[in-house]
T-cell receptor
Framework: DTAVSQTPKYLVTQMGNDKSIKCEQN?????MYWYKQDSKKFLKIMFS???????INETVPNRFSPKSPDKAHLNLHINSLELGDSAVYFC???????????????FGAGTRLSVL | SQQGEEDPQALSIQEGENATMNCSYK?????LQWYRQNSGRGLVHLIL?????REKHSGRLRVTLDTSKKSSSLLITASRAADTASYFC?????????FGTGTSLTVIP
């Protein structure tokens, strides 16, 4: 059973379109994340949700809107896609970090987004 | 920015040799973690070291942490071709996580 699954694995679309990436975790974690990894492999956090509430929102264009219908799901919707949005997007989940020992992150396999 | 930096950016060694990669970070931390990413895959957690620990072992992995220098090292002993991957350090407190830029390790059979 896949612990953190995200779909689709590949997404090719035209500039200006709106697209969504879905993420689900079956680990019972209460915190989920979205990361963007660029072509140089730099991994940058975009959003973090704890119990369906947004707790981290890094400097991300408001074209990116996360939606968490429940603790096990965190979807990412992107409006008006731009060329610079091309990257690999990773979903991850963890327990909420308190004592520093329980915030190990479990990653999905990634969604490779190509904007043409 | 708050992300860490790994050094070197790329490392190529022969199978059986040891591989050492370093991570420097900028802020105070609760713990530091190392992750591995195989090509085309998500990151996989390898090892976590708390801020009050100086060294930790897990199988062929040895991690050190020097909080005074804000640096950590990951040593992989007796490397195997299957260790070929990118390695990232991650730092943060609570749920604020920042990853480094990664070291790309190639182990030549």
């Amino acid at each position: 059973d896949t612990a953190v699954s995200q779909t689709p694995k590949y997404l090719v679309t035209q500039m200006g379109n709106d697209k969504s990436i879905k993420c689900e975790q079956n680990l019972g974690h209460d915190t989920m994340y979205w990361y963007k990894q660029d072509s140089k492999k730099f991994l940058k956090i975009m959003f973090s949700y704890n119990n369906k509430e947004l707790i981290i929102n890094e400097t991300v264009p408001n074209r990116f809107s996360p939606k968490s219908p429940d603790k096990a799901h965190l979807n990412l919707h992107i409006n008006s896609l731009e060329l610079g949005d091309s990257a690999v997007y990773f979903c991850a989940s963890s327990h909420r970090g308190r004592d520093g020992g329980k915030n190990i992150q479990y990653f999905g396999a990634g969604t490779r987004l190509s904007v043409l | 920015s708050q992300q860490g930096e790994e050094d070197p950016q790329a490392l190529s060694i022969q199978e059986g040799e040891n591989a050492t990669m370093n991570c420097s970070y900028k802020t105070s931390i609760n713990n530091l973690q190392w992750y591995r990413q195989n090509s085309g895959r998500g990151l996989v957690h390898l090892i976590l070291i708390r801020s009050n620990e100086r060294e930790k072992h897990s199988g062929r992995l040895r991690v050190t942490l020097d909080t005074s220098k804000k640096s950590s090292s990951l040593l992989i002993t007796a490397s195997r071709a299957a260790d070929t991957a990118s390695y990232f350090c991650a730092t943060g407190t609570g749920n604020q996580f920042y990853f480094g830029t990664g070291t790309s390790l190639t182990v030549i059979p």
